[in-house]
């Protein structure tokens, strides 16, 4: 039986956090949420945390102390057990200082709470701090003079980077590395349509119909519940997690695989991928080039990486498998966004889907 923790959660409010939050507080564990601008905390069906079962504590992990004071600091870091840590920009496009403050920067904070107190850090990086790498990204892997396509990969590898630091100084901690994370395994469903969904909007409307990319590509989309129990795993395990990195990886899909689940919709509009070699956004329309360059390029490396993620020691930690059918899922997800109205027009009496695809779900 596990016991139970005194955790820390930092963005506790977005996608993931608020599902590793709801699951250890349902395990029983006194779990303080650090939040923010955004002051309830929603689960992805859009179910509210009982805020009996969770105690709120507003910070700001950009700053020193969290914009606390040296007491409220101090009782902070002797009262936690663990510190999982979720908060980061994971929108790609933004300024360099937003990455720096809040995934480098507030990374380094929350080492220093957990080697002022002794508690086990359980960091949330991504898979693709691997860059451009293509072939088998193994766990034990980090550094490796690989190309980084963002200033958001760029972020999470120095990020990590600390981690590692901080570990060979005596800090424990564990790193899980998500993939593309999208809705629900079973249901599709999904709070924030973003990233990988805008893209999906804009080729299945026409709005982009050529593409720069690799029909062999692999993209790797992971439903966010699995995400979730990866970490919760961790956390209550840290003791056989300690001093290892966990990819938490989805289903394979191919980018022909990709293409194929979408002809099976006769309302979508089926983009077709150009190898990059033979791409040329000058020679687009000029609305479909503007997409491009606002939106479409800010993704386009992804569409050409043939990679697959080693799972081994999250395998070895006894986390259930992921999905093992990629269109399948791929579908799933589809289904949903067909019937919120995200994709196409929604069901009667649900009301008018967006049209906009730069500011769906932002």
Do not use: W
Request: include cysteine.
């Amino acid at each position: 039986m596990t016991p139970r923790l005194k955790i820390l959660v930092t963005g506790a409010s977005g996608l993931v956090g608020a599902e590793v939050t709801a699951r250890l507080a349902a395990a029983g564990h006194e779990v303080t949420a650090v939040v923010h601008r955004q002051q309830t905390l929603v689960r992805n069906d859009g179910t509210p945390l009982d805020s009996a079962t969770v105690r709120c504590l507003s910070a700001d992990v950009t700053r020193t102390r969290l914009g606390l004071t040296e007491a409220g600091y101090a009782e902070l870091a002797d009262g936690i057990d663990r510190i999982v840590h979720c908060a980061a920009i994971t929108d790609f496009g933004r300024p360099e200082e937003d990455y720096r403050t809040v995934n480098v920067d507030g990374t380094a904070h929350l080492i220093e709470l957990a080697r002022a107190g002794g508690a086990g850090l359980v960091h949330v990086g991504t898979a693709y701090v691997c860059g451009e790498r293509d072939g088998l990204i193994r766990e034990t892997e980090l550094d490796q003079g690989q190309r980084l396509a963002n200033g958001y990969e760029a972020s999470k590898l120095r990020a990590e980077t600390l981690v590692h630091k901080a570990r060979a100084d005596g800090v424990r901690a564990a790193v899980v590395r998500p993939s593309i994370v999208v809705g629900d395994e079973h249901t599709g469903v999904v709070r924030d349509y973003k990233n990988i969904y805008v893209i999906l909007k804009l080729t299945t409307e026409g709005k982009v119909r050529s593409v720069p990319g690799l029909y062999e590509a692999r993209l790797d989309l992971v439903p966010v519940d699995y995400v979730a129990d990866v970490i919760t795993r961790v956390t209550e395990r840290f003791d056989e997690a300690e001093g290892r990195t966990f990819h938490a990886a989805g289903a394979p899909l191919t980018l022909r695989d990709f293409s194929d689940v979408m002809a099976e919709y006769p309302s979508f509009h089926v983009p077709r991928f150009v190898p990059p070699t033979s791409f040329d956004a000058q020679r687009l329309p000029t609305r479909e080039r503007r997409y491009y360059e606002r939106i479409v390029s800010l993704y386009e490396s992804y569409f050409r990486r043939r990679m697959t993620f080693d799972a081994s020691h999250t395998a070895a930690l006894g986390v259930r498998a992921t999905p093992a059918d990629g269109p399948d899922f791929l579908r799933t997800l589809i289904n949903h966004c067909l019937a919120s109205g995200y994709l196409g027009a929604p069901p009667a009496g649900t009301g008018p889907a967006a049209d906009d695809a730069n500011g769906a779900g932002r």
